[in-house]
């Protein structure tokens, strides 16, 4: 579980360090490998959604001073631990956006033992319905149908959504 949780948290620390070279760095030679890098933490087709266009001017920094204004490291609400019969432990870690302010579910990642060592093999964002819960549409990577058995449960932040907070207290 702790090898989990550092992960997750060194992707929040190595994502939010993208977003702001990719909104204040000009040179591309500092934004690209900090982009490669963070990428090197997801396992088969899923890719960060941090990019830019090749060639950027002035305007785009000046935009980009407001985009990093509203941009704030993810929010890591908790991790759940399963044993997936396939994938072995599979840990489900609940984070929110990269907008300030917000601190309700955004997405989970998935992360599982690859022949790469640990990796985000899955992300499913969030889809709230007031009244009806919450559900998770697949992003991308393996599609997680049954997860296995529920292992363990680390909890380090309540989300302020009211639905979000149902499900943070379930379990």
């Known amino acids: 579980m702790e090898e989990a949780i550092t992960f997750i948290r060194n992707f929040i620390d190595k994502e939010y360090e993208t977003w702001v070279a990719c909104w204040s760095e000009p040179d591309n030679n500092v934004f690209r490998p ?3 890098e963070l990428n090197t933490l997801y396992e088969g087709d899923l890719k960060s959604d941090i990019y830019r266009p090749r060639q ?3 305007s785009y920094f000046e ?3 407001e985009q990093l204004e509203q941009t704030q490291p993810r929010i ?6 399963y044993q997936h019969p396939t994938h072995g432990n599979l840990y ?3 984070v929110s956006s990269t907008l300030r302010g917000r601190s ?3 997405t989970c990642f998935y992360l599982a033992n690859t022949e790469n060592g640990l990796k985000i093999v899955s992300q ?3 889809s ?3 009244g009806n819960g919450i559900s998770w549409n697949w992003r991308g990577g393996l599609k997680l149908d049954k997860l296995g058995e529920l292992v363990e449960v680390r909890k380090f932040q309540a989300p302020t959504d009211p639905e979000h907070l149902k499900e943070y207290e379930a379990e």
């Open 34 to 36: 900090k982009r490669s």
């Open 76 to 81: 890591f609400f908790q991790v759940k631990k």
């Open 104 to 106: 309700t579910y955004s």
């Open 56 to 58: 950027v001017d002035e």
């Open 92 to 94: 489900r870690c609940y």
């Open 124 to 126: 499913y964002n969030v």
């Open 63 to 65: 935009e980009g001073k």
């Open 128 to 130: 709230s319905d007031p």
